[in-house]
């Protein structure tokens, strides 16, 4: 249904409701803590009934699906409360336009016209105001102190060690101050925690508080700027963009310490108790412990990290050119394939369960290689990432084709479909194969395309397929 017809509906209900009573109208409400009400700026409101709550969000839905670039910055529970505050407002001012001289009576079509326009600059006036820039921080477990490894990018993210980043960010003296008594174990937390909680404590002991209990234990901190973005949408995109950054230093790391590469909110690595008793009641008690980050000889990671910066510049020319796009639609074909092909990969890293690893290394080689489940056309890519020359598989490895149809067809397909029982059944050896097949094809893949982004952007621009026939001839083509 067009705006104005559903704005005509919305203001017909508010003003039928005006004059109900107090009772009737409370007696509406689905529980006694939700009015039936379109919010108004200041603090207002009109009270209404089912029948204008239904057409508001009727248009918030269609607003919502209009607009790709709110849907990016915005979280969808904020824009309905942005929604609704602007139907209010475009209520109140809806006066002005009736015709001179005119305050009641019939109105025609181009009355709800300026409504249905007041409603939209209201909505983009509201979205405005309330995607601030901001600098978002995500703690992280990457390296311990005695590597000595330094602040570096992943194209859009930049990760520094925990004092770094203090010295960067923390740049009022007197938080500073409080921070590095804490940091320097001059103060403990837990004694910092009083004094800063206390009643009447001061103003920066709290900020330094608020500071520390974010940073807790971990070393590293990842800070990716988001731009025109609502603060609860900034947080959740930001958070995945990091694990993104993060699967990319995992891709130069074998596969058990990637898993150790962790950020605040991933949940994979953790502590637990086992508790038993034998058949005579006797307690038998065990635990498992994993400790997040890597370490090493001294100094070891931080030569590494120095080695990996030009794999690390191209994955972070790609993941800059994904979060651009995302700030108001898709990314190019490639570029978003890419990226969403890297979250299955990380994901199928953490998890405990080895069958849905499986599942998760089958939809990030079926993503990645934009074969839309043909098993043929996901086997031509990735022998053309790994073995463009069509070398002989030599003893005792498996070739890329076995690979795939492991993976993909017997692994992902029967899985999910039920086919193939996966609790309890030994997937390890498959989980294998997944993982160093799409190692290879990420990191086969990353610099191409980051190459694609700086040199040959028109292929971005073309239909998918024939940017998949571009790119395998570019991969068969190499010496």
């Given amino acids: 249904m067009p705006a104005p017809e559903l704005l005509e509906t919305i203001l017909d209900d508010v003003m039928a409701t005006a004059t109900m009573p107090y009772d009737d109208w409370h007696r509406l409400w689905p529980d006694p803590f939700t009015a039936m009400a379109i919010p108004v700026g200041g603090g207002r409101q009109y009270q209404c009934t089912r029948t204008a709550i239904d057409a508001a969000h009727t248009l918030t839905q269609q607003s919502w699906d209009a607009h790709a670039d709110l849907r990016q910055t915005i979280a969808r529970k904020v824009f309905d409360k942005l929604s609704f505050t602007a139907i209010g407002d475009a209520i109140a001012a809806c006066p002005r336009h009736l015709p001179q001289g005119q305050t009641t009576g019939a109105v025609d079509d181009s009355f709800y016209q300026m409504m249905a326009a007041d409603y939209e600059a209201n909505l983009q006036a509201g979205s405005a105001r309330a995607r601030p820039d901001l600098d978002r921080h995500i703690p992280c477990h990457l390296f311990d102190t005695s590597q000595n490894v330094l602040a570096f990018n992943v194209g859009p993210v930049a990760f520094r060690p925990r004092a770094d980043w203090i010295a960067v960010y923390v740049t009022d003296p007197a938080v500073l101050h409080h921070v590095q008594q804490v940091e320097n174990g001059m103060v403990t937390f837990d004694d910092f925690t009083r004094q800063a909680l206390a009643q009447g404590s001061a103003a920066d002991e709290l900020q330094a508080w608020e500071v520390l209990s974010s940073l807790r234990g971990y070393g590293w901190v990842a800070t990716v700027r988001m731009q025109g973005h609502e603060p609860a949408r900034s947080h959740e995109k930001a958070s995945v963009i990091v694990g993104l950054a993060i699967d990319v230093i995992g891709l130069r790391f074998h ?22 008793t034998t058949m005579t009641g006797q307690f038998l008690k065990g635990s498992s412990s994993s400790r997040a980050g890597l370490g090493g000889p001294p100094g070891a990671l931080a030569a590494k990290m120095l080695a990996e910066q030009p794999f690390l510049n191209d994955a972070g020319r790609v993941l800059d050119a994904y979060v651009s796009a995302r700030n108001t639609s898709k990314a ?44 043929k056309a996901m086997t031509e890519f990735a022998e053309a990432a790994l073995n463009p020359k069509a070398a002989p598989t030599g003893a005792g490895s498996i070739s890329v084709s076995d690979a795939v149809s492991k993976i993909y067809r017997e692994g992902r397909n029967k899985l999910a479909h039920g086919e193939e029982s996966g609790l309890f059944e030994d997937q390890s050896d498959t989980r294998a194969i997944g993982d160093n097949l799409l190692s ?12 694609i982004i700086a040199n040959r952007p028109q292929i971005l621009t073309v239909p998918e397929d024939h940017a998949y026939r571009a790119l395998i001839t570019r991969l068969k083509s190499r010496s």
Avoid at 255 to 276: I, V, Y
Wanted: contains cysteine.
């Fill in 255 to 276: 596969l058990e310490d990637a898993r150790l590469l962790t950020k605040s909110g991933r949940q994979h690595l953790f502590s637990e108790a086992w508790l038993a």
């Fill in 332 to 375: 190019p074909h490639l570029v978003e394939r890419w990226a969403n092909a890297l979250y299955w990969f990380g994901e199928a890293r953490r998890e405990a369960s080895d069958f849905m690893a499986v599942v998760d290394y089958g939809c990030a080689a079926d993503g990645l290689s934009g074969a839309g489940g043909d098993a």
């Fill in 440 to 451: 290879l094809l990420m990191n086969e893949l990353t610099p191409e395309i980051a190459e």
